[in-house]
């Protein structure tokens, strides 16, 4: 195919790359620093400050292709996803932008450049759309003399006007679009409804290009002002293009799950359901048919492929299935795709094979798939075996809510019963209403909610009760809680305010909050301090943890000894000595310090735009996330550790002071968006090489760090990256441990250092050796030679060339490779297979020449033998396979294919 999915989106960032464009890659589908959005769900999300003027662009011209999710809130397709050939709930927007730069002329211009000369499209099938009172925008358009006045339309707000929200910038768009031809009708010519653009419930015209001009701004009284400087934002539907470009290529109407991205994925599918022996729910035939056979089966197919992409870039962004927010879209996501699996006969777990799918179609254009292929594997396996273990119970009382309606001749399943789906095994609303909806069955939803909220009031009188950071205090007016632990471990001070569990005994928790403290209250991703508060009679309070709340400093513990007057001890008033664990702390200080020699190092190397995104700072480790696109690469990580060893080794002076933030700034202290800093800030000078803003603890001078050893690199979402490392004693004993690990290898191999090299080198070798020759073995096997299967056996049925074989222990794969050599061999043929497996195995395979298969469908024939071995399959009209059981009747199933043929 010449216009590949892969190929049209590289030619759009190639045509703008080419006029002046910064090609930026995808944001994250986790918006940054935008609580109002659960997703990106558009390609302006994440240059919205851009355009509210909150950021400046580095970029005035900038193009990319963005990874969107519609799945909540306003825009949320998740209901029409697999109903039609059309909705999604990912999908990619290709963009280009302009901040203050070029403005509407060249936006049309390009556009229609790009779409008429790139990717070939017949301007006889194009229209264009403008904002009735754009007269600039149908100016340009017929100055262009590119389409006649009557294929040049006016709409209002309603069609031609974008807006971010009810106040904000906003302005007229234009779109082209095209005319796919009256063949593509899908449904207004049986309503009496003429097709044009811009009418709703038909695909004959479909929307190419939308590209916005942002010149106002709306006020909270809906008065448009012109913004002093003009914007575009322009968005294309990569698989809408697709589909349109691979229409016109093929011959064939496509809709988007047509192209050959979703193809792959549903082949994946296929081949699932082929291998799976079907145990299906609603009725289905037990064989499943290939999609593109059956309207209702086609529904789950587009599903599956829609649901396995947000899946798949979800997980490979660091979201795992769960019970919050975006957790639980995800698990929504993986429970409706198993559920649609079971209509398929999918009763064991297959959606992390169908996701390897996904990573083969689109890992070349986002790299994370490839990087992150082991967690998504786990992370939808785990869910979809945890689910399947009541997916199966919950689908049978489903069909007996089903047919007692039936029978009763109601048309609402009770909430009661959608309550008990849900809570008992498992089943979201919405997947209950989307299992119901093709038999007409509503859902008693205000029931189902107010069980919900009955729930959700018996947690909430749960979370009241007394926890170890949330339980009331007896203060003294006014308490307030100062840190002095800069320069000290220990302090005296008095005790301000007192919390403590409704339990009582040794595990009772107790909080104490005192006016002044050495110890580091958790913050800025150092840990809190641990330690001891002791009271004047000899009672020992033990601190496990400190942290901040509502200005005061709390340390979180228990009673280690009670003195004379044991909890009486420590009441608000009285006078306490406050000690930190110095070794915990000094640890800690270790690694704090190491971050930020880390950051400079990282930016140094790797460039200004590295900036930390999150960090963890305990005695034994520190974690370091950064923003970066794509993995460090191991030169580079080896150069960042000799860089950050160097610096520690100079034992550089470590110096700190409070200014304020602007003069903070001034003096070139790191401050990033997003971060929330005071008008009085703490900076961190290390040497010549950096300043930062932070509150933490850190070491006098750069040596006391002693050594820094790196861990681990890693990404845990698009665009972020994830450094972990030891200092100090803690590196000291991770080169221990892997010394410890190198020896006992050593010893397995029986020889040391260099020599132990070498010896695994020639063990590998040699496994690799071993298995070149069981691969060799196996294509012998399944060649038929060596007396371990028959010869091919050819013939002439009705004109068509026919080739059967039967052979032993031949697998899957390497019996298609036997296909396709013997479809090389006798270039137009029918090809079947069949491979003994064991006493109660046998695989089935039958391959067609491709200018066979308008007449002859490799499915349809897999179809009638697959049955004789006690089995099912089915497939592509080029290729099929199945399997059974019966081995004693592979040789009356491989002459029936003559039959079959005939």
Not at 185 to 211: K, M, T, Y
Not at 462 to 468: F, I, N, Q, V, Y
Not at 804 to 811: A, F, H, L, P, S
Not at 814 to 838: I, M, N, T
Request: charged share 30%.
């Amino acid at each position: 195919m010449r216009w590949t999915t892969a190929k049209i989106r590289q030619s759009f960032l190639d045509f703008f790359r080419e006029r002046g464009h910064t090609i930026v890659p995808s944001a994250s589908l986790v918006p940054k620093g935008d609580p109002t959005l659960l997703f990106t769900n558009a390609g302006m999300v994440p240059f919205k400050d851009y355009f509210l003027g909150i950021r400046t662009p580095s970029d005035r011209r900038v193009a990319d292709c963005q990874k969107c999710l519609r799945i909540s809130g306003k825009h949320n397709d998740l209901e029409a996803v697999g109903r039609d050939t059309y909705h999604h709930t990912f999908f990619e927007m290709l963009g280009n932008w302009s901040f203050g730069d070029y403005y509407k002329e060249e936006a049309i211009r390009w556009h229609w450049d790009l779409i008429t000369k790139v990717w070939e499209i017949d301007p006889k099938l194009l229209w264009a759309t403008v904002h009735k009172d754009d007269r600039e925008a149908e100016d340009i358009w017929l100055k262009m003399g590119v389409l006649p006045k009557e294929r040049i339309l006016r709409f209002g707000d309603k069609d031609n006007f974008w807006e971010m929200g009810e106040t904000g910038p906003c302005g007229p768009n234009s779109e082209i679009d095209i005319d796919c031809g009256a063949k593509a009708c899908d449904g207004n010519a049986h309503r009496g409804v003429a097709c044009a653009v811009n009418v709703d419930g038909c695909s004959r015209f479909i929307e190419l290009a939308n590209l916005v001009f942002i010149q106002y701004n709306r006020d909270a009284s809906g008065a448009l002002t012109p913004l002093p400087m003009k914007h575009v934002d322009t968005g294309t539907g990569l698989e809408r293009v697709a589909a349109v470009m691979q229409t016109f290529e093929t011959g064939r109407l496509l809709g988007n799950y047509d192209i050959d991205l979703f193809q792959t994925i549903i082949q994946a599918i296929e081949e699932q359901v082929v291998v799976a022996r079907p145990r299906v729910h609603g009725g289905a035939t037990p064989n499943m048919p290939a999609y593109g056979h059956q309207a209702w089966a086609d529904i789950s197919y587009r599903a599956i492929a829609d649901h396995v992409r947000a899946i798949s870039f979800l997980v490979a962004e660091g979201v795992l299935p769960g019970n919050s927010d975006r957790e639980y879209v995800l698990r929504r996501l993986i429970r409706r795709a198993a559920r649609h699996g079971r209509y398929l006969g999918l009763s064991q777990p297959f959606l992390a094979d169908v996701c390897y799918a996904v990573r083969i179609a689109m890992g070349d254009a986002y790299p994370e798939l490839v990087e992150h292929s082991g967690r998504i594997t786990k992370a939808v396996t785990e869910e979809e075996t945890r689910f399947g273990e009541t997916l199966d119970r919950g689908l049978e009382l489903i069909d007996q809510e089903r047919a007692r309606l039936r029978q009763s001749g109601g048309r609402t399943l009770p909430g009661e019963v959608a309550f008990k789906l849900y809570d008992t095994y498992g089943f979201p609303l919405d997947l209950t209403e989307d299992v119901l909806r093709s038999d007409g069955i509503d859902v008693d939803v205000a029931e189902f909610n107010r069980l919900m909220d009955e729930q959700r009031e018996r947690a909430r009188a749960d979370r009241l009760r007394p926890r170890p950071f949330d339980m009331a205090f007896s203060a003294k007016q006014g308490a307030s809680s100062r840190f002095i632990g800069y320069g000290c471990y220990s302090a005296e001070s008095e005790i301000v305010a007192i919390g403590t569990s409704s339990e009582s005994g040794r595990d009772e928790i107790v909080q104490i909050a005192t006016a002044e403290t050495p110890f580091y209250p958790e913050g800025g991703g150092q840990v809190g301090d641990c330690g001891v508060i002791e009271a004047e009679t000899g009672a020992v309070f033990e601190v496990v943890d400190t942290r901040k709340r509502d200005g005061l400093i709390i340390h979180i513990g228990h009673l280690l000894y009670p003195g004379r007057g044991e909890r009486l001890e420590f009441a608000p008033g009285r006078r306490v000595t406050l000690k930190v664990d110095r070794v915990r702390r000094n640890a800690a200080m270790l690694n704090h310090s190491a971050t930020h020699i880390l950051h400079y190092a990282l930016r140094d190397l790797l460039g200004s735009g590295v900036h930390q995104a999150g960090s963890l700072v305990a005695p034994d480790r520190l974690r370091f996330d950064f923003a970066h696109q794509g993995p460090v690469g191991a030169g580079d990580l080896e150069t960042i550790e000799e860089e950050i060893n160097a610096r520690i080794r100079e034992n550089a002076e470590v110096q700190t002071e409070e200014m304020a933030y602007d003069e903070a700034l001034k003096a070139g202290a790191l401050a990033f968006f997003g971060d929330k800093y005071g008008d009085r800030v703490r900076v961190v000078r290390m040497g010549d090489f950096s300043v930062e803003l932070c509150g933490g603890t850190h070491v006098a001078r750069t040596g006391d760090v002693g050594f820094f050893k790196l861990e681990s690199e890693s990404g845990v979402a698009a665009g972020v990256r994830r450094i972990e490392a030891v200092t100090g004693q803690g590196a000291l004993e991770a080169i221990r441990r892997r010394e410890k690990v190198l020896e006992e290898m050593a010893s397995h191999l029986g020889a040391r250092d260099a020599q132990a090299l070498e010896r695994l080198e020639k063990l590998l070798a040699r496994e690799k050796e071993l298995e070149k020759k069981l691969r060799a073995l196996e294509q012998k096997l399944a060649s038929g030679a060596g007396g371990t299967g028959a010869e091919e056996n050819l013939r002439e049925v009705g004109g068509i060339t026919l080739v059967t074989r039967k052979v032993e222990g031949v697998e899957a794969r390497a019996l298609r490779e036997v296909a396709d050599r013997l479809r090389q061999k006798h270039r137009s043929c029918v090809v079947a297979l069949g491979s003994v497996l064991g006493n109660d195995k046998v695989a089935l395979l039958v391959a067609v020449t491709p200018d066979l298969t308008a007449r002859i469908k490799a499915g349809d024939i897999i179809k009638q033998i697959a049955p004789i071995i006690g089995g099912s399959g089915g497939g592509r009209p080029d290729f099929a396979q199945a399997g059974g059981k019966d081995p004693s009747k592979l040789d009356e199933a491989l002459e029936r294919v003559a039959a079959a043929l005939g």
